[in-house]
């Protein structure tokens, strides 16, 4: 079991950026898909983007696509979230997620994952 720590949320103006980290518990780190997710006031979780075990490869909703980018670093347990030109839309509490599962396809991880930090808000002013 992996237990998940998120930081760096905070509130930034329209256009700004924000780096969100999330730290992982465990010597297993790199056996797993980590992944970010978001839930916005009144709507439900969604998707924002995911990799692999390696770092190699990534996948990420169309609604953040060129403007976010994750990383990891399995030597530090670390996967982080680089936030660019952010919008007041994108205005959400951000939850860093695991998942020991290896998949093809990265898409699969959009329907959920197995492990769940508390979250971290994000606030986006116009």
């Known amino acids: 079991q992996v237990q998940l720590v998120e930081s760096g949320g905070g509130l930034v103006q329209a256009g700004g950026s924000l780096r969100l980290s999330c730290a992982a518990s465990?010597?297993?780190?790199?056996?797993?898909?980590m992944g970010w997710f978001r839930q916005a006031p009144g709507k439900e979780r969604e998707f924002v983007a995911v990799?692999?075990?390696?770092?190699?490869?990534?996948y990420y909703a169309d609604s953040v696509k060129g403007r976010f980018a994750i990383s990891r670093d399995n030597a530090k347990n670390t996967v982080t979230l680089q936030m660019n030109s952010l919008k007041p839309e994108d205005t959400a509490v951000y939850y860093c997620?695991?998942?020991?599962?290896?998949?093809?396809?990265?898409?699969?991880?959009?329907?959920?994952?197995?492990?769940w930090g508390k979250g971290t808000l994000v606030t986006v002013s116009s």
């Open positions: 465990g010597r297993t780190f790199s056996t797993y898909a």
């Open positions: 990799i692999n075990r390696g770092g190699g490869s990534t």
């Open positions: 997620a695991a998942d020991p599962r290896v998949v093809i396809n990265l898409e699969f991880y959009t329907r959920g994952m197995d492990y």
